[in-house]
């Protein structure tokens, strides 16, 4: 049994009856490359490219079971199959058919590069000691 057989990749007609008119050109686009991929695995660089993720945000897709991930050595491959499902996936999430369109939200970013500011101790505005 094939990894793609495994994850039941649904026939585009069933895709582009849970999805809004106005998002079938990107459901076909992304289905036509999933078809046309011969690959069994993308690096994650290679997924963070097709997704447009981030690191953060891909450890957590793995971690969730969104991607199936194996081992090859010490690099980590991602099924095709289902990065290509996940895709297919927000692009429903955000383009429901039976309802307005909606953001497909990624998770909060627990790494934020908010810094706490303050001021050095003893010194006034115009930076002489006080």
């Not at 991929?37 to 290679?46: C, E, L, Y």
Request: hydrophobic share 35%; glycine share 8%.
């Amino acid at each position: 049994m094939t990894l793609a057989r495994a994850l039941k990749i649904p026939s585009l007609k069933e895709l582009l009856a849970k999805i809004a008119p106005n998002a079938h050109p990107a459901v076909i686009t992304v289905y036509d490359r999933l078809l046309a991929d011969q690959g069994i695995g993308k690096t994650r660089k290679q997924c963070l490219e097709i997704g447009g993720w981030g690191m953060t945000s891909q450890r957590q897709k793995e971690a969730a079971g969104q991607l199936q991930t194996w081992n090859d050595g010490t690099i980590v491959r991602v099924s095709t199959v289902s990065l290509y499902l996940h895709i297919l996936d927000l692009i429903a999430a955000s383009h429901p058919a039976d309802g307005p369109q909606r953001k497909a939200r990624n998770p909060a970013k627990p790494f934020s590069k908010s810094h706490r500011k303050f001021s050095v101790s003893g010194r006034n505005k115009e930076g002489s000691p006080a």
